[in-house]
């Protein structure tokens, strides 16, 4: 493969470039210990769980050694949060990176240099997988916030995923492989504490590219179920 032509995916997308599209509703559940169940954990402390690391796969029928490929450990650091607008922006300080998660309307209609106003919805244009290792957010700052997760595999559609609302207080620790977009705020902004594995890989589904719609996940308590 020459690794030279490969593209980086561009994780900051203007929304004037991006299309309005359809939209797959996606049903909205209270997070506790059941709901979540198979995707993480609910967490009430940063240090309750610890972060699972993937061993290296073998590349043939030689096994990997006892005691190695799983040594990378973790990297930690700020995960915080911000509607600018009707645009949804991130920055994970642990792996030097910063998003646009998606926006509270079609593109063709968001803005950043509006005045904050109460949201219905999330429109989500990506979710990404670690196959290395699990995931761990934890709230620092006041307010609900939800999450939209699928189960582990490649072959996923827009049916897949699931939001889930959090009220505050809780974090959240996501299982390897589990489908995501990191958190979404109901209020302008949140800090989190995050943690993950430190190589970082990272596996990505471009909603409009394969689908032709964005994800929406409501935004607003009434429409939360309390289960699936």
Not at 59 to 71: F, I, L, N, Y
Not at 80 to 87: H, L, N
Not at 124 to 134: E, L
Not at 180 to 188: F, K, R, S
Request: include cysteine.
């Amino acid at each position: 493969m020459d690794h030279a032509a490969e593209t980086i995916p561009n994780l900051r997308p203007e929304a004037r470039v991006m299309p309005d599209l359809p939209v797959h509703p996606v049903p909205l559940v209270r997070a506790t210990s059941e709901t979540v169940k198979g995707f993480g954990i609910l967490i009430d402390h940063p240090d309750a769980q610890k972060v699972e690391i993937v061993r290296w796969p073998a590349q043939g029928w030689r096994q990997v050694e006892p005691g190695t490929g799983d040594q990378g450990g973790t990297t930690e650091g700020p995960f915080t949060f911000r509607w600018k607008g009707s645009v949804l922006r991130a920055r994970n300080d642990a792996v030097d990176d910063h998003y646009v998660l998606g926006w509270s309307r079609q593109p063709s209609l968001a803005r950043e240099d509006e005045a904050n106003a109460p949201r219905e919805e999330w429109l989500m244009w990506r979710a990404n997988y670690h196959p290395d290792g699990g995931q761990l957010f934890f709230p620092l700052t006041p307010g609900p916030f939800v999450t939209t997760l699928a189960l582990p595999g490649d072959d996923i559609t827009p049916e897949s995923f699931v939001g889930f609302w959090f009220d505050g207080g809780q974090g959240l620790y996501i299982h390897p492989g589990i489908w995501h977009e990191a958190l979404c705020p109901v209020v302008d902004s949140l800090d989190c504490f995050g943690r993950q594995g430190r190589v970082h890989a990272r596996i990505g589904a471009d909603f409009p590219k394969e689908f032709g719609c964005y994800l929406s996940t409501p935004l607003t308590r009434d429409a939360v179920r309390e289960r699936l």
